[in-house]
């Protein structure tokens, strides 16, 4: 699937797709500048760590991208397809998630799709699961939050339990991703119940924000709770992404600062696994 030319490719890239390394990542950055993507060197890093970067290159130059990052066998994240924009409308994306799939295997593929890609995917067989909707701002904290549930930050000890959790809202086990979470992000916390951990929330840093993410809690007061928490005393914008099945938290996000700023698709190929219930908002968009 990833031999060969094709009529519409560009006649001088015809490089196969081949796996990237991270000395690859100052192309990648290039890469994403050329698209007027952020650069985004701390989140490439962690792709780089947790997934499989793929490229193509004509001559020297780096010139398309895409990542896998395996959950299991059963769930498989594709993100930063990424073309240089002289090369666009010549087959490499089509050609890169070719690859991606190819690789992946029987596993379902999701994945976040911007507009400009969803056509692509749509073509590949992907189907629409929902909308993200992006909110970006300067946080202004509640006066008081309305759960019984307590938040305090994660301790090594309680890994295990937030990768149940996780794996309950992905449906697949991803230990890979989530024990880099320490280190990779700023803030961990965990929501409490009788003892019982029902809930947790990260933040990382990213450029000139605060990411936040992933939240995964047992009720909406609970991933409020777990947001503020996490958030309270940031200087600077934070971003929170949350699907269309949250409109009330999306409203409260706006009235705390956090205005939407764009939407994108959630979208599938194969059985759709998970339980998006107690799923609040995503690692990052590509990471799910």
């Known amino acids: 699937m990833t031999g060969g030319r094709r009529e519409c490719e560009h006649p001088l890239v015809t490089n196969d797709v081949v796996r990237l390394t991270l000395d690859d990542l100052p192309g990648c950055l290039a890469l994403a500048d050329d698209r007027g993507w952020l650069s985004e060197e701390g989140k490439w890093r962690f792709l780089f760590a947790v997934g499989e970067v793929y490229g193509i290159r004509d001559g020297d130059e780096l010139v398309g991208t895409t990542i896998l990052t395996r959950y299991g066998a059963d769930v498989a994240a594709i993100s930063m397809v990424l073309v240089a924009a002289r090369l666009g409308g010549h087959g490499l994306g089509r050609r890169l998630m070719e690859h991606a799939l ?80 320490p280190e990779f992000c700023s803030s961990l916390r965990v929501a409490e119940r009788d003892g019982e951990i029902t809930g947790f929330a990260a933040a990382w840093p990213n450029t000139d924000r605060l990411m936040v993410g992933p939240v995964v809690a047992g009720s909406d007061d609970d991933a409020l709770a777990l947001i503020t928490e996490t958030v309270t005393g940031t200087d ?44 609040y908002s995503p690692l990052m968009q590509a990471l799910g």
Do not use: N
Request: proline residues 6%; glycine residues 8%.
């Open 102 to 181: 190819a690789q992946a295997g029987s596993a379902t593929a999701i994945l976040d799709a911007t507009e400009q890609g969803r056509p692509l995917y749509e073509k590949l067989g992907f189907t629409a699961l929902g909308t993200r909707h992006v909110h970006v701002g300067t946080f202004t904290p509640p006066v008081a939050q309305s759960t019984t549930a307590a938040t305090r930050p994660a301790t090594e000890a309680d890994l295990p339990a937030i990768a149940r959790l996780d794996t309950v809202t992905m449906g697949a086990e991803r230990t890979s991703v989530l024990r880099l979470l």
């Open 236 to 279: 600077g914008e934070v971003r929170v992404d949350f699907d269309e099945r949250r409109p009330h938290l999306r409203e409260w996000a706006t009235a705390h600062g956090l205005s939407e700023r764009f939407t994108c698709t959630i979208m599938a190929l194969g059985p759709v696994r998970g339980d998006r219930g107690p799923h």
